[in-house]
Nanobody, 122 residues
Framework: VQLQASGGGLVQAGDSLTLSCAAS????????IGWFRQAPGKEREFVAT????????YYGDTVKGRFTISRDNAKNTGYLQMNDLKPEDTAVYYC????????????????WGQGTQVTVSS
């Protein structure tokens, strides 16, 4: 499975942005999708994950209530809707896939996308 993250950009604090994670094959629909982010000089941080069927979601504490993870298996695509963005959300965002639930650690993910930059100005 190959993953392609997209949708990043430069926004202002308080704005919204939606990231997409497109998978190369329908096999991807059998995996849980996770989003992580990595700011310069920091470790990769868990953001959110959604189960293979979209029925369950789990969020990191720093984004709970502001971000929403979703997926469309018919399109082999996952999404991360980010609202009320803050400067501290600035990072490279990665999507990944895992067969573990609930997977919040990077080593639990089997496939990774290349990352998309999100920059939030104050």
């Amino acid at each position: 499975v190959q993953l392609q993250a997209s949708g990043g950009g430069l926004v202002q604090a308080g704005d919204s942005l939606t990231l997409s994670c497109a998978a190369s094959s329908r096999t991807a629909s059998t995996y849980n999708i996770g989003w992580f982010r990595q700011a310069p000089g920091k470790e990769r941080e868990f953001v959110a994950t959604i189960s293979w069927d979209g029925g369950s979601r789990y969020y990191g504490d720093t984004v709970k209530g502001r971000f929403t993870i979703s997926r469309d298996n018919a399109k082999n695509t996952g999404y991360l809707q980010m609202n009320d963005l803050k400067p501290e959300d600035t990072a490279v965002y990665y999507c990944a896939e895992s067969d573990v639930w609930i997977a919040t650690m990077t080593f639990e993910y089997k496939y990774w996308g290349q990352g998309t930059q999100v920059t939030v100005s104050s």
